[in-house]
């Protein structure tokens, strides 16, 4: 029985959710599924089952918000922590601001795997 903690990441980005798989893998901390249409994410963590949820916000098939929205309405995976990436928001503007969408923690683009490592672990302790 493995002890890694399972972190679905969820990007119409490949090369995004192929980095995120790769750094996160090299941690040998995490088991990494991605997905690249945010229509299948629900799909792909009720299958899954992830302790946590990488979570792109701007997806040409559905909005990071709609399927966190729709990942928190199923019963199963309420609790699951997300934490939304996004280009669109300055790091600027991030460490200004409590760093949240929609209450959710958010990291922006590009990113670097400290951040997103420290991010991880600081969610999932919660």
Same mark, same amino acid.
């Given at each position: 029985?493995?002890?890694?903690? +399972? ?5 119409? !980005? #490949? ?24 229509? +299948? ?15 792109? #916000? ?30 669109? #928001? !300055? +790091?600027?503007? #991030? ?11 958010? @990291?922006? +683009? ?5 951040? @997103? ?10």
């Amino acid at each position: 029985m493995s002890d890694k903690k +399972k972190i679905l990441a969820v990007d119409d !980005e #490949v090369q995004m959710t192929k980095m995120l798989k790769r750094n996160l893998d090299v941690t040998g901390k995490f088991e990494v599924r991605t997905e690249n249409e945010g229509l +299948k994410a629900l799909a792909a963590a009720k299958e899954f089952r992830p302790d946590l949820i990488l979570l792109d #916000v701007m997806m040409p098939d559905a909005d990071g918000g709609e399927v966190a929205a729709q990942i928190l309405a199923d019963p199963d995976l309420k609790g699951t922590p997300i934490i939304f990436l996004t280009a669109i #928001v !300055e +790091k600027q503007e #991030v460490e200004g601001s409590a760093g949240t969408i929609g209450g959710h923690p958010f @990291l922006a +683009k590009p990113i670097r795997t400290e951040d @997103l490592i420290t991010a991880i672990e600081e969610n999932l302790r919660e």
